[in-house]
């Protein structure tokens, strides 16, 4: 049977009680918050009413023996990952595990590192923490520029965290980019804690490498941590998996507080259903993002020729340059006052996002040729 990704009106989008749409008026098309328009995966769905059918809304069982062994079975399969089950502990986000570990690795004062444009979160969370930012340049086509990194590393940097596939920019990291990172960071004892949530919506042309697989050097500084929940929209349901590859970092990742080591009961049950059974919607999500960006590709040039952007070969996010447009630095207020489209700001992204905005475009067909017409008439 098809999958059927039916994105509904506007209207109907506007009922979800979520980030993306609950927080602007009706009349306002949103292509922010990283989540899908798209229907979930029907064995999702069906595990989901069979727990609430059978009233199954208590604790979780920690570290969940079936969803890390589904987990290992996905990261095969899909991400040409060998994954020991006993190596992957269960916390509720992925962020949170970030900050459990930024807290495990790092003194109060000390240095932490990414690069930047970067997940917003990023730079508010993380110095709640108690340390200190420092930021990695990259190079116009989203690669690392290593010798930025070689200078945040003799500042003494105490961890690298390293969004991979990247966000905002959709850069798929190549093995011999992750390679030398390794080698920098491993030379320096400094650790990486690697970001692949977004690894699964890897597109067609790239190729994706688990940060645990790249070298010996990489197994020994790295921790990796990863979530069914972009890749199948299930972010409200709390649960994410950290992933290690020796005693060392499984010692790191002991030390997190034992009231982290929960998800959320309906998130663990989600998770494992998608690993298990999510392969064929999945696939077909893959594909409609390929589509949807292919369409960008060539209507973007068409209608709005001043934006400058490099197609992401990860993600459903576009990272677009606005700065030839004139709008100034936070061109997303522009185009929410005057074409009543949402897109992410920039600026939240650091100051290397002045003048650009983030558009998702995890949409259906004509929801993505409305939101461009939209931008369009925006400047007009």
């Known amino acids: 049977m098809p999958i059927d990704?039916?994105?509904?009106?506007?209207?109907?989008?506007?009922?979800?009680?979520s980030e993306k749409w609950s927080l602007h008026p009706p009349d306002v098309l949103s292509a922010t918050v990283a989540e899908m328009d798209f229907p979930i995966a029907a064995p999702i769905a069906e595990v989901l009413h069979e727990a609430i059918d059978?009233?199954?809304?208590?604790?979780?069982?920690?570290?969940?023996?079936?969803l890390r062994r589904s987990f290992a079975s996905f990261a095969a399969r899909r991400l040409a990952w060998t994954v020991d089950p006993d190596q992957v502990s269960v916390v509720p986000d992925v962020m949170l595990g970030l900050l459990e570990l930024c807290r495990a690795v790092a003194e109060p004062g000390e240095l932490v590192a990414f690069a930047s444009p970067a997940y917003p979160p990023f730079f508010a969370e993380l110095p709640r923490?108690?340390?200190r930012l420092t930021h990695v340049r990259l190079i116009d086509d989203g690669r690392l520029d290593l010798d930025s990194l070689d200078r945040a590393l003799a500042a003494g940097i105490r961890a690298l965290v390293l969004s991979s596939p990247h966000n905002?920019?959709?850069?798929?990291?190549?093995?011999?980019?992750?390679?030398?990172v390794a080698q920098r960071c491993?030379?320096?004892?400094?650790?990486?804690l690697a970001d692949e949530i977004h690894a699964p919506l890897t597109l067609p042309g790239a190729t994706f490498t688990a940060w645990l697989e790249v070298s010996d050097a990489a197994r020994r500084v790295g921790v990796a941590l990863t979530s069914a929940s972009k890749a199948f929209n299930l972010a409200g349901l709390k649960s994410a998996?950290?992933?290690?590859?020796?005693?060392?970092?499984r010692d790191l990742v002991a030390r997190i507080s034992p009231q982290h080591e929960h998800s959320g009961l309906l998130g663990a049950l989600a998770a494992e259903a998608a690993f298990e059974h999510g392969d064929e919607w999945l696939d077909a999500v893959l594909a409609q993002l390929d589509f949807n960006r292919s369409w960008l590709a060539s209507e973007l040039p068409a209608r709005l020729p001043a934006i400058a952007w490099r197609p992401p070969e990860a993600t459903y996010l576009a990272w677009l340059d606005c700065t030839a447009l004139g709008l100034g630095d936070e061109p997303a207020e522009a185009f929410l006052r005057?074409?009543?489209v949402a897109l992410s700001r920039g600026l939240d992204y650091g100051p290397e996002g002045a003048g650009h905005v983030r558009l998702n475009f995890a949409t259906g067909p004509a929801q993505l040729d409305e939101i461009v017409t939209r931008m369009r008439a925006a400047v007009s």
Not at 5 to 17: D, G, I, K, Y
Not at 186 to 192: L, N, Q, Y
């Open 338 to 340: 005057h074409g009543r």
């Open 54 to 66: 059978r009233s199954d809304l208590g604790y979780a069982v920690p570290a969940d023996a079936a």
């Open 186 to 192: 491993a030379e320096r004892d400094v650790w990486v």
């Open 129 to 131: 923490q108690g340390v």
């Open 5 to 17: 990704l039916t994105v509904p009106e506007l209207a109907e989008l506007h009922r979800r009680r």
């Open 168 to 180: 905002p920019t959709g850069h798929v990291l190549a093995r011999d980019e992750l390679a030398a």
């Open 241 to 249: 998996l950290i992933v290690t590859a020796g005693d060392r970092a």
